[in-house]
């Protein structure tokens, strides 16, 4: 049976979307902003320059400080939300995604996203050098490595990128909309924050990947496992120094994956049996809701 949509639901559910965007990134804004002009500011008073000296101590602090404003604005997203579902009594699992889930399914899917860095990695090989020096100033945060970049790709981009785009934003767009629709939908405003081209591109792809994920499990956890799978590989502590860079790295993560995906084919088989959110009313039998 056809579920009827009404045009004042999607309007709705795509309103409340752009919302959480714009809260999205305006914390991403507003952290690194109020710690460039405290920066600049005290640069003013305790050296006595002008505001060319602070605007330019404005822009290297900022620079300096990008992994700790990363990963500070992801932590305030999330903590914000959550109070947010909490304060409102709403269910996480309805609300943001959150469910139980099972550990085969989520161990497939970080594996699964090592392979996906991999063609993605291969496909990165073939496009023009002046596409990839764009892509290289755009990475500048991945690029980084230590404690406070690793956290800041490996935890806390995932968790806040998945509450927010596959949790909260795919949530409501599938109770307005066909499933596949607000699965694109959700794909490309999460490409869309993603800033160059080429990022765009390939962000676009994993925000189709892992939203059919969400959508057939009910849950982020597999999601978040791997998202942040796919961003560990960008190696954020150094320890496989130059060994990261070169081709053999894929070989070794391509048969980790292979090796992985086997391992854990019990979560593809698992989540490829959970049915149709809307067509069941039952809990998934994957995922389960987590209670308050």
Same mark, same amino acid.
């Given at each position: ?75 305030? =997203? ?54 990839? &020096?764009?892509?290289?100033?755009? $990475? ?11 956290? &800041? ?23 307005? $909309? ?21 990022? =765009? ?31 560990? $590989? ?22 980790? @994956? ?14 490829? &049996? ?12 994957? @995922? ?5």
């Amino acid at each position: 049976m056809e579920r009827s949509y009404s045009v004042k639901a999607i309007l709705a559910a795509l309103g409340k979307s752009v919302l959480y965007l714009l809260f999205f990134s305006l914390t991403q804004v507003f952290v690194g902003a109020a710690y460039g002009i405290a920066a600049a500011f005290g640069e003013v008073v305790n050296g006595g320059g002008d505001m060319a000296q602070g605007a330019q101590a404005f822009a290297e602090q900022l620079l300096d400080g990008l992994p700790a404003l990363t990963l500070l604005a992801n932590v305030v =997203i999330v903590a914000v939300l959550l109070l947010w579902f909490l304060l409102r009594k709403k269910p996480l699992s309805e609300g943001a995604g959150l469910r139980r889930c099972s550990g085969w399914t989520a161990g497939f899917c970080a594996f699964g996203a090592v392979g996906l860095y991999v063609i993605v990695s291969l496909a990165l090989a073939l496009l023009p050098e002046s596409w990839m &020096a764009e892509y290289g100033e755009a $990475m500048r945060l991945s690029a980084e490595t230590g404690w406070i970049p690793a956290l &800041a790709v490996v935890v806390g981009a995932p968790l806040a990128e998945e509450l927010v785009f596959r949790g909260i934003i795919q949530s409501r767009l599938e109770r307005a $909309m066909p499933a596949w629709i607000a699965v694109v939908l959700q794909a490309a405003l999460f490409g869309l924050i993603h800033g160059a081209p080429v990022q =765009i591109a390939y962000a676009f792809v994993m925000g189709l990947l892992f939203g059919y994920i969400r959508h057939r499990t009910g849950s982020i956890l597999p999601t978040i496992a791997a998202h942040a799978a796919f961003n560990a $590989m960008n190696d954020p502590l150094g320890l496989l120094g130059g060994f990261a860079e070169k081709w053999q790295f894929l070989a070794v993560m391509a048969a980790v @994956c292979a090796a992985g995906c086997v391992l854990c084919r019990r979560g593809l088989t698992e989540m490829t &049996a959970v049915p149709e959110v809307e067509k069941e009313p039952a809990p998934p039998t994957v @995922c389960e809701e987590i209670t308050e």
